[in-house]
């Protein structure tokens, strides 16, 4: 036998391949690959070291990582099979680029700085009986993270895996609502408890299929979806999910019955829109999402210049299917029209587009659009609500240059939204945020919100932004029902993290720092940003889990290096003092520099 010393170490292994890589690079050889290269460039790579991975080695359309934690390799999975679906919601089926990812904890031999032993090859193995966007883990891995984090899991029993002796039991990690289309073929046989349903007609409009042939009309199609959700939610006796939950499932071939389960609707209206020249056909369906049946179908043919009569019938024949004994006066309420000038509609339709990618360069393109709107229609109230609520987002990240002049238009955007506005509570509640948020008025933004909810009540758009006011004026357990509210209206909503952080931001300053932590950390999972790991930070200290607190800490510097106690207010709405003094100790605590 060989004297020799192996060296060997316990690991997590995570193998991750591209699902029918040879087939996208027989139809693209040098797209693909260059899509691939930025793939690891933009995502792959800076997830694995966000996470504390070390890559081992590329494949070309692959990869083998090692993790200390086997924690902090499904996390790394589950983020990067989230962005990954977001990516290629509007990208064709044959066309997507899908890793499918194993993981495996296990005794590893290392050697000229590469790495060998059954806990790589189980990983790889269990790599290639993931499904495409989807993440398998053994059984292993599955003990070592159970109740650390979460994620929910799906149990496949035994498998037995090419070149293992023995069968394993293998569990597959649910991805969530934003998981991959093509897992959508086979369905966890464990699901989610369907949310129970409103004690009236609940809805969910689904993003209508542009037809037209041009992917650069999407906007139009998402356009018609926007104002068919806002008008129905004009009505009371309606309970509407709101627009940022619903178009999760765009690009995606959807069961309704699923969908009515995730949503907590009983019914969901599916359409298509068709845009020629200067004509336009909407179609449109209302289904019964308990029994699949079709309770209504109807299809409108129009000029464009009719678009806005197009979509008030669409509302009012929905409206008439699922609550026969609304009265008349219900629906003609149903068709305000934001704005008479079509051209400025179309800009605000592309701004609307932008606003929903959360970049900065978006969030730019978005403002940029949202002016053009208002110059061609000066009264348009939403356009400058939205207008206000793009300068929100650039507080919130950090991607203010001027704070002065910022918080100087904030400000005038807000006061116009709402005196255009006065009866649009979206403009109500949009600039009713920006107005607390950015010009620390939380006062009148908080005027603002609640003429929105009178207006309104089931926008859950609305609810969200009273949550945050409520913050600023210490109104701790509004700020939780608010939120709870929203959240109920909109439950697969991408803004969901920011929901939870600011249910956590009220815990926190009520004392109830555990349950404070627990939605810190649900926020997080949600998505990593300054926002959510700034409040982690503060809770974790607070629980006395100091150094969950300094590594949370650490990450929100990441995002925003300048960061510190001294200029916190600039970064912060505006708190009681007591509540900033409580928030700013806590954030000292956890290691934010003075």
């Not at 037809?211 to 356009?223: I, K, L």
């Not at 464009?304 to 008030?312: E, K, M, S, V």
Request: negative net charge; charged residues 25%; hydrophobic residues 45%.
């Amino acid at each position: 036998m060989s004297s020799e010393h192996v060296e060997r170490r316990l690991a997590a292994i995570l193998a991750a391949d591209v699902a029918g890589s040879c087939r996208l690079i027989g139809i693209d050889e040098e797209g693909t690959l260059a899509q691939l290269k930025a793939l690891r460039k933009t995502l792959f790579d800076p997830k694995i070291a966000e996470h504390h991975g070390r890559i081992v080695k590329n494949t070309g359309d692959g990869a083998l990582v090692e993790f200390a934690s086997v924690v902090d390799a499904v996390r790394c999975a589950d983020e990067i099979q989230r962005s990954m679906a977001e990516q290629n919601t509007d990208v064709p089926q044959d066309m997507r680029i899908e890793f499918r990812i194993g993981i495996h904890v296990g005794d590893i031999i290392i050697a000229d700085d590469d790495i060998f032993g059954d806990g790589v090859n189980i990983a790889v193995r269990l790599e290639g009986i993931a499904e495409p966007g989807g993440v398998s883990i053994s059984d292993d891995a599955h003990r070592q993270i159970r109740g650390k984090i979460g994620i929910d899991y799906d149990d496949m029993g035994p498998q037995v895996l090419k070149n293992i002796a023995e069968p394993m039991r293998v569990w597959r990690v649910r991805i969530g609502p934003n998981f991959s289309p093509a897992m959508l073929t086979k369905p966890p046989i464990e699901t989610a408890l369907p949310l129970a349903l409103p004690d009236k007609p609940s809805i969910a409009v689904l993003p209508f299929t542009n037809m037209s042939g041009d992917p650069e009309q999407d906007y139009f199609a998402d356009g018609m979806v926007d104002d068919i959700i806002t008008a129905l939610s004009h009505f009371k006796a309606l309970f509407v999910i709101a627009r940022n939950s619903s178009f999760t499932y765009k690009g995606r071939a959807v069961d309704v019955k699923q969908v009515g389960r995730e949503l907590g609707v009983r019914y969901v209206l599916e359409g298509s829109v068709r845009k020629a020249a200067n004509r336009v056909r909407i179609t449109g369906q209302l289904v019964d999402t308990a029994t699949g049946a079709h309770l209504w179908a109807d299809r409108f043919d129009g000029g464009l210049d009719d678009i806005f009569d197009l979509q008030d019938k669409v509302t009012a024949s929905v409206v008439g299917a699922i609550a026969p004994k609304l009265e008349q006066a219900e629906i003609e309420r149903a068709k305000r029209k934001p704005t008479e000038s079509l051209d400025a509609y179309d800009y605000y339709l592309r701004g609307i587009a932008s606003v929903h990618l959360w970049t900065k360069e978006a969030n730019a393109e978005a403002l940029r659009l949202f002016y053009r709107a208002s110059e061609l229609d000066p009264d348009f109230a939403t356009a400058y609500g939205m207008a206000a609520w793009c300068y929100v987002w650039r507080k919130l990240n950090g991607w203010m240059m001027e704070p002065a002049q910022d918080i100087a238009e904030t400000k005038r955007l807000a006061e116009r939204a709402a005196a255009l506005g006065r009866d649009d509570a979206v403009a109500l509640s949009y600039g009713g945020c920006a107005l607390a948020y950015v010009a620390n008025d939380a006062e009148g933004g908080a005027a603002l919100v609640d003429r929105a909810l009178v207006l309104n009540p089931n926008l859950a758009a609305a609810w969200t932004a009273s949550g945050w006011v409520r913050t600023s004026l210490g109104e701790t357990d509004t700020v939780i029902e608010h939120m709870a509210h929203a959240m109920r209206l909109s439950p697969l909503d991408p803004l969901m993290f920011s929901m939870q952080a600011v249910t956590a931001i009220g815990h926190f300053f009520a004392g109830r720092y555990s349950d404070a932590a627990l939605w810190a950390e649900k926020a997080v999972r949600e998505q990593p940003s300054l926002i959510t790991l700034r409040v982690a930070a503060a809770s974790y200290a607070s629980a006395g889990r100091s150094e969950d607190a300094h590594q949370a800490i650490a990450r929100a510097l990441q995002f925003d290096p300048d960061m510190c106690v001294s200029n916190l207010k600039d970064r912060l709405m505006q708190f009681r003092p007591e509540h900033f003094a409580k928030y700013a100790d806590a954030l000292r605590k956890a290691g934010l520099p003075e």
